[in-house]
């Protein structure tokens, strides 16, 4: 995943957020808000699928190939917390 992806998609949440600060800021009727704010949500899920995505395809297949078993256990259970961090 080229960090070229990942950039893009967290700018067009930052500028949603911009929208969604705006919105609240002018009064805006609240399930707008709340429709924006979701759509906000859901492009910070995907940057960050994205980002998991080139972990795991580089810095964790490059670990689990090497024979330091230490540093396996430590970054599976990085991505264990991870995991359930994004719930």
């Known amino acids: ?42 492009l910070l899920k995907s940057a960050n699928g994205k980002l998991m995505e080139r972990h795991l395809n580089s810095c ?6 090497g024979t330091d078993e230490k540093k396996k256990e430590e970054m599976i259970n990085e991505i264990l917390a991870i995991n359930r961090l994004s719930k």
Request: hydrophobic residues 50%; glycine residues 4%; aromatic residues 4%.
């Open 60 to 65: 964790f297949v490059r670990v689990m190939q």
């Open 1 to 42: 995943m080229e960090s070229k992806e990942i950039i893009t998609a967290l700018r067009k949440a930052n500028t949603h957020l911009a929208n969604v600060m705006k919105m609240v800021e002018e009064g805006k009727y609240c399930i707008d808000i709340l429709q924006q704010n979701l759509a906000v949500i859901g």
